[in-house]
DNA sequence: TCAAGATGCTAATTCGAATTATTACAGGGT
DNA sequence: ACCCTGTAATAATTCGAATTAGCATCTTGA
């Protein structure tokens, strides 16, 4: 394996020392810097006669950045199970990451104790990047006030609670597109809501139905939340709405109406609140609001590099875009 | 912003040199090498507490390693329309990465000069990685000349003709792949073939046409290459199996025959070679071969490893699956 | 003629971590 | 006291390029 050239080499080649090469290579032509054409002509022949190039590690440690950008994730993103998930983050993340000139880096080494994986381990990798994107619908408290305390440059996707600190993050607004839905059902007629999910655990649960619970009581109208519930319970309830935090259970919720004979949106309105976390049926048009992911990567990595430049810590919630489906109509129930 | 820190930092807090911090994160035991167990336990608790790591720049500028493996691509791999081919590729590479314990670096800074990126530019960051993975359908022969050239240690998915030396690759096995089916069909009665695509340009079609002549010329059968056709031109031509380059031109032809009442494969039997770079439908099971996508991203991290290791140069062909599909059946042509 | 200024280049230092050579200090034996 | 042998840690150097301070040498102008 050739050895590669260095400057010092070609300097010896053109007669002048490693110092004259370097600025001959950088152009510098400021402050105080002079070279006379003719030298700056034979430096230049040596490096075109022997096509030397930099070495970019070197090059890098002078100055303090590394241009690598981290993205750390729980698990492997790219199995076809997760890449729905992912992919459209990731989609963002890389875009904007090829505009800061900035290089991708995938910590799989994290070791998977207990099939996930850690940011902080024995040797944690995290401070081989310059900042890091953290992904994925819940993050290890312990983990991000880790990250809060040690002052690692970073920013999270999705929104996320105070750990020891305020948390660097580019979320999707959520209370702003349940409360959305709601008001279009109220208008439409609708008195009974149901709201379907965890609700809690992750922020991104929660904050659905905090908007769930503050649009119910802005209007005076009935909300009701459930883990799960059988089309039966909802409708013996007289609910009207229901709101479905998995877009799945929304899907079955429309397959078990259409069983029945019932209509949706006639009997019942359907409405979903994001994304899917388990595959849905595509057969049936959903009505809710899409979470705008890809922008959401984009703005994360442009975060990140404000985090990086000036210390801050920026938070901002990204709206969420109405979808028109075929699942919200007016209410026919008895009023 | 919160500057990095360096082992001069922890070696301050711990109350030692820099020397040592060196040695007890390398964990240095031979040569001489001795540090009282206190002392290692606690500069080993100053690098927990701050969760520092080596500056990865510094550390490749000195040695060579940082556990890291690049991936090369020309183009963004997260975006949708991109990610069905490179998906598959990059679980294979993320899984082994991770047996490797290694993280992965996506060249994303790599600047997009007339909208396909370079692997060599002004400030080209391939070597900040230990070594690189590069995939595509197709390398620019420069490139890969120069990074044979320079002894960059990479590997590249897909085989890849001598560029000023070996290519390191891992392939898929195309000329066996398509002799199979070449083989089967002659078995069922196929006299007359025809291959459809480029069959030039990128060497997985160079593969692909040159199994299909070497299969013809050793059954003595007929065999012709067509770039395009319609289905009436190789009616016309009396041939009775066709193999089909890219999936969506076999699956068209499929729906051609069926639209004019043609049975398939009682009139002509289609063969697909291998997978997808256009969308296909999806409702026509065709006859061919599956690549093994990600065996080729497992298995080419492996051969990154040992070429780092040992400085061989891999070149490895995998086997493609036979997928027994609808399309494929007995030659009932006159004869 | 001699200081002031311009010109052209280089020595020395820096970045962060790894490594080698070396020092410092025990305690033990004579 | 003196030498020897471990033991424990550090000073100094290295990698390749960028940068700064500064040293020669040559022009000018008074």
Redesign the pocket.
Known sequence: MA?????????RMA?????????V??N?TD??????????ARVLEVIRRTG????P???R????RNRILGVFTYEAVFPSTRADFYQPFLEGIEEQAEVAGCDLLLFTSAKAAEGKRRIFSDDSRIRLADGCVLLGRSIDRDDLAQLVAEGVPFVSIGRRDDAGGPVPHIGADYPAAVRNLVDRAVALGHRRFAYLGAGTGAESSADRLRGFKQAVAAHGVEGTHVQFAGLGQLLDAGITAVLAEEVSDGAALVLAARERGLSVPGDLSVLMLGAATRPAPDDVQLTGFRIPRREMGRRAVQALTEVLEHGTTPRELLACEFVEGTTLGPCRAQG
């Open positions: 050895k590669r050239l260095t400057q010092q080499d070609i300097a007669g002048v020392s490693q110092a004259t090469v370097s600025l290579l950088n510098r402050g105080g810097v002079r070279i006379a054409p003719e030298t700056r030397y190039v930099a070495n590690i070197a090059r440690l002078h100055d303090q």
